[in-house]
């Protein structure tokens, strides 16, 4: 699977949009792109995923840049439930496709 | 609906003996995950199935690690000789489709395990 890498933490206020970036310049052609989030002593959620168009759902918002190295993550008003570890996963096809290879992901903590 | 269900939440052991964590997936994932994390770091693969049989098994990190799935829904995670090392938060995680590329992972709370 290829490599993502992230910053270690961001900051964002309430009700503002939080952008996370992921570099993957390492991607193949049939390797998607997945976020997912964990809140403190939970498990990880998933939020959402792309190929190559930008994607959207209730969650958030997935930029992808037209190479596919990068992306971004979009949370268009941010709440303090948003604080948590946000994880950028790049998946390959095959048959490894089962497992998720996580980083350490972005700390995201959004102040009042 | 119900989610993964994890149990116990928390296990306290000591070195050298053995543990069962159990995972109750949601009903009818054919897809079922293990995963370990370590304190700051993120969860790390262990083991795959589809059904009842390991489909990826390459993250076990070495033979005291063992894994049963036989009926195709709850997964049991067994460790033997325990050693500090392996103090974690197991997850455990299922999916509706095991294999198909864009599949959810949903993931139960974790069972936190202390080896003394």
């Known amino acids: 699977d290829a490599k993502t890498t992230q910053p270690p933490s961001m900051d964002c206020a309430e009700g503002r949009a939080a952008n996370l970036p992921c570099n993957h310049s390492?991607?193949?052609?049939?390797?998607?792109v997945y976020w997912y989030r964990q809140i403190h002593s939970q498990g990880p959620q998933y939020i959402i995923h792309?190929?190559?168009n930008n994607e959207t759902n209730e969650m958030a918002s997935l930029i992808i840049t037209e190479d596919r190295k990068s992306s971004t993550l979009i949370l268009p008003h941010a709440t303090l439930r948003d604080t948590a570890v946000y994880y950028c996963i790049v998946r390959a096809g095959g048959t490894s496709y089962g497992k998720l290879t996580f980083g350490q992901g972005t700390i995201l903590t959004v102040h009042p | 609906g119900a989610g993964v269900s994890q149990t116990p939440s928390n296990k306290v052991t000591e070195k050298g003996k053995y543990v069962e964590l159990r995972c109750d997936p949601i009903?009818?994932?054919?897809?079922l995950y293990w995963y370990r994390q370590s304190l700051g770091q993120g969860p790390e693969f262990l083991i795959y199935f589809q059904g009842t049989g390991a489909a990826d098994d390459s993250g076990l990190p070495n033979d005291r690690f063992f894994a049963v799935r036989p009926e195709g829904s709850v997964s049991t995670l067994k460790i033997q000789r325990t050693e500090r090392g392996d103090s974690a938060v197991y997850l455990c995680?299922?999916?509706?489709?095991?294999?198909?590329?864009?599949?959810?992972?949903?993931f139960g709370p974790g069972t936190r395990l202390t080896v003394l």
């Open positions: 390492t991607i193949s052609g049939n390797e998607y």
């Open positions: 009903s009818g994932h054919t897809a």
């Open positions: 995680a299922s999916s509706p489709q095991g294999g198909a590329l864009y599949n959810e992972q949903f």
């Open positions: 792309g190929l190559k």
